[in-house]
């Protein structure tokens, strides 16, 4: 699986240590029906795109310090100094770059029905 590596500048305090290492994987269609069949976070996260977008993070961080996966939380997100939850937005363009340099994608796909390109593939 390819993943982004990254620090975040300031980090979240978790048991009284610092973690600022993280390592994020790709978005998957899991991620959105898992949020959607959380009952807790259901309504606010279809009423606020922005609540909706920390729960995907939170979902895709494989690792944030030594912190246990299963305590990477939406709420730890959203405590989150507003710089560092920009390190792991910007984590998340690399990680789609990478991914699409990789998938040997590097013209811009043609919308759905728009024909065929030029060059006719």
Do not use: W
């Amino acid at each position: 699986m390819l993943t982004e590596k990254g620090t975040l500048p300031f980090g979240v305090e978790f048991e009284g240590q610092i973690h600022r290492e993280f390592e994020l994987r790709p978005q998957y269609v899991r991620d959105t029906v898992d949020i959607f069949e959380s009952p807790d976070i259901t309504a606010r996260a279809a009423r606020n795109s922005q609540y909706f977008a920390a729960c995907l993070f939170a979902g895709r961080l494989v690792r944030l310090g030594d912190i246990p996966k299963e305590e990477i939380t939406v709420d730890m997100v959203l405590d989150m100094r507003q710089e560092d939850y920009g390190e792991i937005i910007n984590a998340g363009g690399r990680l789609d770059e990478r991914e699409a340099t990789f998938r040997g994608k590097t013209a811009p796909v043609a919308a759905e029905g728009a024909g065929p390109t030029e060059g006719g593939v």
